[in-house]
């Protein structure tokens, strides 16, 4: 079997990784992929913003199977030309990424199925958002409608700032693109996790839990960023909670897109804030997320995640059971420095082999190239170095040892992954 990856970070190498596992993939090829994907499949040129492009490297390649990493190519109906055109490829339609791609769609959507979500309020003006502020007490969460790459929410101390924000957002001033609508949300505490489900428009089937660590700072301070560690342990989300969330949100959504007429096959990401009054969701991606997926797929029995993709494809995912391992994962990025902002590119890269030689541990590339046969930086965030183990201690642990051994100019990483359960560990020890 041939499989097509679309995308080229660091979900994407581990995405390649899992699925060449498979013992039934003959060839991975990856669009655009990078400079560790390309050990382990057939780096192939794309931009991955241009649909003619997309579909012009999936009709030459021919694949079994075609998997779309980010959320663009899914914005652009990726996989409704490549269905149209017979070919077999993971991954939501146009409109049923919609639940990504218009943060009012989703609210709106979450609001007519009852899914727990946070009280909010969609603005296009300047009128009316002092109207609905003045229903809101701060802090009050800003959020731009549509992808906005991980900078359309600001959580507003005020109601003066929240309305500054909105009005920046509006007028294109934040963004660049000026947003038709934003939307004011109430602010809600908890612990977030982040939590998947395989769906093939009709079944659900969950992967374990993760938790991302946005900030880019130490303790969770400083600016958002696309994510700068995770991890995936059972104890972040019980047997029994996980239950209620298949019950009480994920088949609600699944079948409330199929009574919509947009069925979701895929990966569908909630980000869920576990609050004194329950789940309640704060986002969906239409994606496997980033650094998430790093953390989640090395926790997977090999072939498995191959044989999950394709039960959602064909619409067999109710005879698809996952197995997978008890050992907690802990990924950590090493970032460039600069990052989130501007970075400097083409730092060699050292130890990346001494690294991966260490027990339980996988380098996955985020943002890397080869420069005569060197591996070089090539982005913000540069790679997402994963330990297993059996504590989460120790897989800690490892991937603080195996980072030690790898070095660019200007390499920087939190140093603090996963200290929310490590303290609530203690607490309970
Ligand atoms: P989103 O892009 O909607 O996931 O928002 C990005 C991040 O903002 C989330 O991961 C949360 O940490 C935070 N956030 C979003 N909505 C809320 C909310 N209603 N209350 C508190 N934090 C939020
Ligand atoms: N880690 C969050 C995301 O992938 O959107």
Redesign the pocket.
């Known amino acids: 079997m041939k499989v097509l990856v679309i995308g080229g970070g660091g979900r994407e190498h581990a995405l390649v990784w899992a699925i060449a596992r498979s013992p039934r993939v003959q060839e991975v090829v990856c669009a655009p992929g990078n400079g560790g994907i390309a050990a382990l499949a057939r780096c192939v040129q794309v931009n991955q913003k241009d649909l003619d492009d997309l579909i012009r490297v999936a009709v030459t390649e021919q694949p079994d199977l075609t998997v779309v990493g980010p959320e663009v190519p899914l914005s652009l109906g990726l996989v409704d030309e490549l269905s149209r055109r017979g070919m077999r490829i993971f991954g939501p339609t146009q409109r049923a990424a919609m639940l990504e791609t218009s943060k009012v769609f989703a609210k709106e959507f979450m609001q007519r199925h009852h899914l727990p979500t946070a009280h909010y309020a969609v603005c296009s003006s300047a009128e009316e958002l002092s109207d609905a502020l003045a229903h809101f007490h701060a802090p009050i969460v800003v959020k731009a409608d549509g992808l906005a790459a991980?900078k359309g929410v600001v959580i507003c101390e005020s109601k003066q700032e929240a309305e500054a924000v909105a009005k920046q957002m509006l007028s294109g001033q934040m963004l660049g693109d000026a947003q038709h609508h934003v939307i004011l949300e109430e602010f809600l505490a908890g612990d977030e996790i982040?939590w998947l489900v395989f769906s093939d428009g009709t079944h659900v089937l969950p992967l374990v839990a993760a938790q991302?660590h946005k900030r880019i700072g130490e303790g969770d301070t400083g600016l958002n960023t696309?994510?700068m560690g995770a991890y995936s342990t059972d104890t972040l989300l019980a047997p029994e909670m996980r239950d209620w969330l298949v019950h009480h949100i994920a088949q609600p959504v699944i079948d409330g897109m199929a009574a919509e007429g947009a069925p979701f096959r895929g990966v569908l990401?909630c980000g869920l804030m576990m609050t004194a009054r329950g789940p309640m969701l704060l986002e969906f991606?239409t994606r496997f997320?980033?650094?998430?997926t790093e953390a989640i797929l090395p926790r997977l029995l090999g072939g498995e995640l191959l044989k999950a993709m394709e039960a959602a494809v064909d619409g067999n995912l109710d005879q698809v059971e996952l197995r997978w391992r008890s050992q907690p994962a802990v990924t950590v990025i090493a970032a460039s420095q600069g990052y989130p902002g501007s970075v400097q590119t083409g730092h060699a890269i050292t130890g990346l082999n001494e690294a991966a030689m260490r027990e339980g541990v996988t380098v996955f590339h985020a943002g890397t190239a080869l420069r005569d046969g060197n591996v070089v930086t090539a982005g913000g965030r540069v790679l997402a170095v994963t330990a297993m183990a059996d504590t989460l201690q120790s897989a800690c642990d490892r991937a603080y040892e195996a980072l030690d051994r790898i070095h660019f100019d200007g390499m920087y990483y939190r140093r603090d992954i996963a200290h929310r359960a490590l303290k609530k560990g203690k607490e309970m020890a």
Not at 289 to 292: F, Q, V, Y
């Open positions: 991980g982040s991302d696309g994510g990401y991606n997320g980033d650094p998430e």
